[in-house]
């Protein structure tokens, strides 16, 4: 019954677990086991959107289920194992922008939901519920940006890009010891232990990349927040909205437990019958 519902998220769901299953198989015969892992963990990732439908009973609209998906398989597959974050440079900004929106959504949604509850007999106004999606938005950004930086920490990875910078400015550069800020300009080469780096410029740790990346989360968030002001503004008709707000399911959605009531009822009739049989016997 929910695929039924949701034909067209199935179908880009089965599309895409063909395409992260081959590549799990290539990147096990190429003896690249950390690739396996994240295939296996973007296996499982894919199916936490049926997941959320099914078991917590949030109805994800289909574009909304859509976009969770290409953006879980662009994040993994392409990005990190097809390393589409080096050769595309413009790849991670725009999934951290996208990131931004879809925060926005479901950080909207959470209130949304809250606001047409049965229990609850306050009404929140739409200013109010479009500074909590932006909030709830720039608050997941925030703690992805302290994953990458543990994990670079730790792990010794590079989650945070670098960045090659051809000036820098620091306190620290002050011959007299002081809080004046130095300026070096036109920098070409940086050497390390009399080792050049090569690079033609500053190798800057990942600050640049951490703050471009909080820039256009910042961005999504605000685009999808006036896009929630509107629609709650105008009583929930805008229709570019609904296609990304979470919601309850109805109860006439709900498949799992109308797969329950029919079990039920299936299980009863049969007792039933036995009884009759029994009795005309």
């Not at 067209?8 to 290539?26: E, G």
Request: charged share 20%; hydrophobic share 50%; net charge negative.
């Amino acid at each position: 019954m929910e695929l039924r519902e949701h034909k067209s998220s199935f179908f880009v769901y089965f599309i895409l677990r063909l395409f992260v299953i081959a590549t799990m198989v290539l990147q096990l015969f190429r003896g690249n086991y950390e690739n396996v892992f994240l295939c296996i963990l973007t296996l499982v990732l894919l199916v936490v959107p049926s997941l959320i439908q099914v078991k917590i009973k949030i109805e994800l609209p289909t574009a909304l289920e859509i976009i969770m998906l290409l953006f879980i398989f662009s994040a993994e597959i392409l990005g990190e194992i097809n390393a589409f974050y080096i050769r595309i440079p413009a790849w991670d900004t725009v999934l951290h922008t996208l990131n931004g929106f879809l925060m926005a959504a479901i950080g909207f949604s959470l209130v949304d939901i809250l606001n047409r509850h049965e229990r609850f007999s306050f009404e929140l106004s739409p200013v109010f519920m479009a500074i909590v999606a932006f909030c709830f938005s720039m608050t997941i950004g925030v703690l992805w940006e302290f994953f990458e930086c543990g994990m670079d920490t730790f792990f010794h990875l590079d989650m945070q890009k670098d960045t090659i910078l051809h000036s820098i400015t620091s306190v620290m550069l002050d011959p007299n010891g002081g809080n004046v800020p130095i300026t070096i300009k036109g920098i070409q080469d940086v050497s390390v232990n009399g080792q050049s780096l090569g690079l033609g410029g500053y190798l800057d740790i990942g600050l640049y990349d951490t703050m471009k990346d909080l820039f256009v989360n910042f961005i999504g968030a605000v685009v999808f927040s006036v896009v929630g002001f509107f629609y709650v503004k105008s009583r929930g008709k805008g229709r570019f909205a609904k296609r990304f707000i979470p919601r309850l399911k109805n109860k006439d959605k709900d498949f799992l437990s109308i797969a329950a009531e029919n079990r039920d009822d299936a299980e009863h009739e049969g007792a039933s019958e036995e009884k009759e049989t029994e009795s005309g016997e």
